[in-house]
């Protein structure tokens, strides 16, 4: 099969979606890889790296998508590169269609076959490829959390774990998912006062004994929301509904209630926000002010951190990228029910409920198709 890395062109975003090591395994299976030229050199890899590996340097994405059978991406195509994708072409990449109905559209249109990492699912029902870009995101959010808690960055001006004699600050973190985790442990670890809210409480005992008591972990509802958000400097949202649209938790009425100069990181940006008040930002603007609450709402939080974010991210996606070329998307789909859960259209026909149900579209079983 031949397959496309074309380089990322979403503002900011300078992961790339395949490292040398992975180029050598697939040819090593008899494919073909074709490289953007510099598609890698913002994630620390060469063009001679991709070239001592066994790929092709092709000089833009055009040529990139016109040669390829499988076009590998980090990030959703965005509109500049809608019209490169060709029908039966297998795009394989973070889609989040919940988040965005005219990439939807587009890919319908396209005809393609659209495999999204973040619907994958495994037989314990978790998300092995949202999984480490989650982890990463997580511990960026309170990163960036706490730089825009500071007073020229906006915030209110506190350190996350104080000083002798000063209180840290409060940090809620609602979701106890990966992401979720990853952001208490580092806020713990600056020690921050941490709390984190989630709606399962089996969930919740896993995290108590996980922490052995150092952060408060309780039963999310509406009520213990808005009590404890208004009590906090950091408010982390890392709530997740696999392919569909993220609930708003933080309304706008709520917002009013909250300390000016808190701040709010959105990790569910991608999949259209869990603040009312949530709209998608960049590593070149990652912030904006309403009500004297800073809102930082980037929606590739991985991508600025791109070696790391990239070995990770490919680590995970390799193994099926690997099953997918050797067989061809239909028979992998049908030998390996975690490729099956990842196919979210096929030419044309959405086959992932929640995207479809997310803009009221049509869904089609994918077993009446493949």
């Known amino acids: 099969m031949k397959i496309g890395i074309p380089k990322e062109i ?35 890899f060469t063009d001679k790296d991709y070239i001592k590996s066994g790929a092709v340097i092709l000089d833009d994405n055009i040529s990139i998508f016109n040669i390829s059978d499988l076009i590998l991406k980090v990030k959703e195509p965005i509109k500049e590169e809608y019209d490169l994708i060709k029908e039966d072409q297998i795009v394989f990449t973070y889609f989040h269609f919940a988040s965005h109905e005219p990439l939807l559209d587009a890919m319908i249109e396209s005809k393609s076959v659209c495999i999204a990492y973040e619907t994958v699912e495994d037989s314990k029902k978790s998300l092995p490829l949202l999984t480490p870009m989650s982890e990463v995101a997580g511990r960026m959010a309170t990163q960036e959390g706490a730089k825009y808690l500071e007073r020229p960055m906006g915030g209110r001006g506190i350190l996350l774990g104080g000083v002798s004699g000063v209180k840290p600050a409060n940090v809620l973190v609602i979701g106890g998912g990966i992401s979720g985790t990853e952001a208490a442990k580092m806020a713990l670890g600056l ?100 009500n004297d609450v800073v809102h930082y709402c980037v929606a590739n939080m991985p991508g ?56 009221g579209k049509n869904y089609n079983d994918i077993d009446q198709i493949i």
């Open 10 to 44: 979403k503002n900011n975003e300078f992961r790339v979606s395949l490292t040398p090591d992975g180029v050598k395994k697939l040819t090593s299976h008899g494919h073909e890889i074709y490289v953007e030229k510099n598609a890698g050199l913002n994630s620390s």
């Open 191 to 290: 020690e921050a006062n941490v709390t984190i809210l989630d709606t399962s409480q089996e969930r919740l005992d896993e995290l108590t004994n996980y922490f052995k008591g150092r952060i408060k972990c309780l039963l999310s509802n509406k009520e213990t929301i808005e009590r404890e958000a208004i009590r906090s400097d950091l408010i982390i949202g890392a709530v997740l509904i696999a392919g569909a649209k993220a609930p708003k938790l933080i309304s706008k009425k709520l917002l009013k209630s909250l300390k000016p100069g808190c701040v709010m990181v959105d990790i569910a940006i991608d999949q259209g926000g869990c603040f009312e008040t949530s709209s998608p930002t960049t590593h070149q603007n990652p912030t904006y002010v309403i």
């Open 304 to 359: 600025a951190v791109p070696y790391t974010s990239t070995y990770a991210l490919t680590n995970k996606t390799l193994p099926y990228l690997i099953e997918i070329a050797n067989k061809g998307w239909r028979k992998a789909s049908k030998d390996n029910k975690e490729i099956k859960t990842g196919i979210n259209i096929i030419k044309g026909k959405i086959v992932n409920k929640n995207v479809a149900d997310a803009f």
